[in-house]
C-alpha cells in the first residue's frame, strides 16, 4: 500500500492505469473511504492514469487537528500530485469531494484540466446544520450517524437489495476518525462558493444521483448553471453515491463528456 507525508500528515492512496495517460484524482464524500469509486475507477483504468486517496483522517490516512478548510483539503491533492510527479490532472470529486475539487481549480487552476462534480453544489448545507452535525459527533461519535448515514448514502432500492453491503459500508463510516469527520464538517461548513465558480474556465460536468437527498438534483443543476459551459446529467436509480449504486451509468456520462471535451 502506497503512503506519502505531506507535511505533517501521512496520506494513503493507490494507483490503477497507465502511466502514460491522462490523469485522474478521485476524491471521496465524508465518511468514506478512496474504496467507493472502485467499480467507476476499474472502469475507466485503460483511458487513464487514476489517483485515488483517502482525505486527512479518513480510510488509512492520519488525522491533522481540525477545523479543515476546502483550500487545505485542495492543497493535499497538490501536494500528492507534486509526490507523484503530475502536473495536471482532471479532477472528480463527489460530495465534499466535490467542494474540494471546487477549491483546487479556484486556488490552482493551472493543475486542473477538467471537472466532474458529483452530487455536490457550490454551497451544501448551511453553518447551523455543519455545526450540528459537529456537535453531534463531538458528543457522540461517528456512530450516531450511522443509520441516517446509510439512508442519506444509498437509495431504499438499493438497501433493501444489498443490506450485506449497506452494513459494509456502515463499517467504513466508523473507520472514519473524529477529528477527520470534524475537521471535514468545517470545511464543508465554511465553503461558499457560489458567488466564485463562474471564474471557472475548466470543462466542467455535473452528476447526481436522482434520489439524492444530501445533495438533490436541483443543488447540482444550480452548480451547473453558475459555471460556464458546464453540462449537468441525473444518474437514475442512485442517491448520494452513484458511484456506488450505478458505476456503469457514472462511467458511460464520464466517457462522453471527456470525447466531447478531447480528453480521451
Not at 33 to 55: G, P
Not at 188 to 202: E, H, I, N, T, Y
Not at 236 to 241: E, G, M, R
Request: proline share 4%; with cysteine; charged share 20%.
Amino acid at each position: 500500500m502506497p503512503f506519502v507525508q505531506m507535511g505533517q500528515i501521512v496520506h494513503h492512496f493507490e494507483l490503477k492505469g497507465s502511466k502514460d495517460k491522462s490523469a485522474l484524482v478521485f476524491s471521496n464524500s465524508l465518511g468514506s473511504d478512496l474504496r467507493i469509486w472502485d467499480a467507476v475507477a476499474d472502469r475507466l483504468s485503460e483511458h487513464f492514469s487514476i489517483v485515488l486517496y483517502d482525505k486527512r483522517g479518513h480510510g488509512l490516512s492520519e488525522a491533522s487537528e481540525p477545523p479543515y478548510s476546502a483550500s487545505d483539503l485542495a492543497r493535499d491533492i497538490v501536494g500528492l500530485l507534486d509526490s507523484l510527479k503530475i502536473d495536471q490532472a482532471v479532477i472528480c470529486g463527489v460530495s465534499v469531494g466535490g467542494i474540494i475539487a471546487q477549491a483546487m481549480a479556484l486556488d490552482h487552476p493551472r493543475r486542473v484540466r477538467a471537472l466532474v462534480l458529483c452530487d455536490t453544489g457550490a454551497r451544501i448545507g448551511s453553518v447551523e446544520s455543519w455545526q450540528q452535525r459537529i456537535d453531534t459527533v463531538q458528543s457522540g461519535g461517528v456512530q450516531s450517524l450511522k443509520t441516517t448515514t446509510m439512508e442519506r448514502w444509498f437509495s431504499q432500492g438499493f438497501r433493501k437489495r444489498f443490506p450485506a453491503d449497506v452494513r459494509g459500508y456502515a463499517n467504513m463510516l466508523l473507520q472514519t476518525t473524529v477529528k477527520g469527520y470534524i475537521g471535514t464538517c468545517c470545511a464543508l461548513r465554511d465553503a461558499d462558493f457560489r458567488g466564485d465558480v463562474s471564474r471557472l474556465k475548466q470543462p466542467t460536468l455535473v452528476l447526481c444521483g436522482a434520489e439524492d437527498i444530501a445533495t438533490p438534483p436541483e443543488l447540482g443543476q444550480e452548480l451547473a448553471g453558475l459555471i460556464s459551459g458546464s453540462r449537468f446529467s441525473s444518474i437514475a436509480n442512485a442517491a448520494h453515491l452513484p458511484c456506488v449504486e450505478q458505476p456503469a451509468a457514472v462511467v458511460d456520462c464520464m466517457m462522453q463528456f471527456f470525447r466531447e471535451v478531447q480528453i480521451v
